[in-house]
């Protein structure tokens, strides 16, 4: 029985999606639950999962195709396993005919066709890939490539010049695309000014030296230094509230509660993942989530609602080695907090010339909204908890 394979019901967030990949290709054999496509979105990668066991019968959504909710993207057939138990005579001699006419078939556009010819290559023995099994200039350069290179895995395509330099041509990612345009509308629409400061991280350090055996036993999650942030974030936006509001036209919103997003990098690009409700939760459970995020965002398992909101973002620059930057808004928000590499400097502390973990913050605003005065105290703020710990149990 022939079964329409549709793409996954968007968010009401998300308008349309990309064919990124199909993990099967027509006539391929799949098992029941199986992923066999894959649609990114502007904000998550999105999966096809088999309806059951069964075979492709035709991809209607190619690669790079715009898909919309619900939409069919390809046929399936839970029937062809049983018809297709052929004996092993009659499947030589069906894969015989199918490579003849394979090879018979295959057409060639005019600017893979000079490439052949320029090569002298046998249009048989290279891979198609085009609609109607048309052998694409793509096609014809990655043969080239991989007779160069035989025991190369290496798929991506490389456009070769005339000085023997090579130059590779990718679509941009959804996401990408989307981070690109969203950092410029940041740019272009808001007053962004950073202010900065530093921060001794000796205090933390000392804690996490002195407990983080301890902390790791009882809540099977690492102490880090971020988990300290968040809270040192949420206790200043309680004492700065228009930190936590944001513009809505002329209008502006004061968010009653502190979601706070934590910027993650991964391979696809910058997500942020929000910590939902962060003041009413412990400095043990706040790591626990920063850790369920950090993995589900290389994995790219992030859901949309675990991205949405958001009133405070921060992000951690350091882990890269970054020493100072100025972080960009992170729209609708007000403010950012960047975070920066922890470094060993020479200050002066009741007189005296000590050597001690210094980092550099970094918190930009905008200033439509937020004058120097608040945002400058309100990195002090979070300067001072920092310093002083005990301030973050006392709610200082």
């Not at 102490?223 to 509001?245: E, H, R, S, Y």
């Amino acid at each position: 029985m022939t079964i329409e394979i549709k793409a996954p019901t968007f968010p009401e967030s998300v308008a349309d999606g990309t064919i990124a990949n199909w993990l099967k290709k027509e006539g391929d054999t799949v098992k029941q639950d199986e992923i066999i496509a894959e649609i990114e979105t502007d904000k998550v990668v999105l999966e096809v999962i088999a309806p059951n066991e069964g075979t492709l019968l035709k991809i209607i959504k190619n690669e790079g195709d715009i898909v919309l909710s619900a939409e069919i993207i390809g046929e399936f057939d839970d029937t062809a396993i049983a018809s297709s138990k052929l004996t092993p005579t009659k499947k030589i001699q069906e894969a015989t005919e199918e490579n003849k006419e394979t090879t018979i078939d295959k057409k060639t556009g005019p600017a893979a066709k000079k490439l052949i010819s320029e090569n002298n290559l046998d249009k048989g023995s290279i891979e198609a890939s085009g609609k109607g099994n048309r052998v694409t200039k793509e096609d014809v350069i990655n043969h080239i490539e991989k007779s160069k290179n035989p025991n190369s895995n290496d798929n991506k395509v490389n456009i070769s010049l005339s000085n023997n330099r090579s130059e590779k041509r990718v679509p941009m990612s959804r996401l990408r695309a989307t981070i690109a345009n969203r950092l410029l509308t940041v740019k272009q629409n808001t007053a962004m000014l950073t202010t900065f400061n530093e921060v001794d991280m000796q205090p933390i350090k000392e804690l996490r030296a002195k407990y983080g055996e301890e902390f790791l036993k009882q809540h099977d999650v690492k102490l880090g230094f971020m988990g300290f942030f968040v809270i040192a974030a949420v206790q200043a936006l309680k004492k700065f509230p228009l930190v936590n509001a944001s513009i809505d036209g002329s209008d502006i919103v004061y968010h009653g509660y502190q979601d706070i997003g934590v910027a993650v990098s991964t391979e696809r690009g910058l997500v942020v993942p929000v910590i939902k409700d962060a003041d009413t939760q412990s400095l043990p459970e706040i790591e626990k989530s920063i850790l369920e995020y950090s993995i589900k965002a290389r994995d790219g398992k992030l859901s949309i609602d675990e991205m949405q909101g958001g009133t405070f973002t921060i992000s951690n620059g350091g882990i890269f080695g970054s020493l100072l930057s100025t972080p960009i808004l992170n729209a609708p928000q007000t403010a950012i907090l960047g975070m920066h590499s922890i470094q060993d400097r020479p200050v002066a502390v009741n007189g005296q010339v000590v050597i001690r973990p210094m980092m550099y913050l970094a918190m930009s605003y905008d200033h439509r909204l937020l004058d120097g005065k608040e945002a400058v105290s309100f990195l002090v703020s979070i300067k001072e908890q920092l310093e002083s710990p005990e301030r973050l149990l006392l709610n200082l």
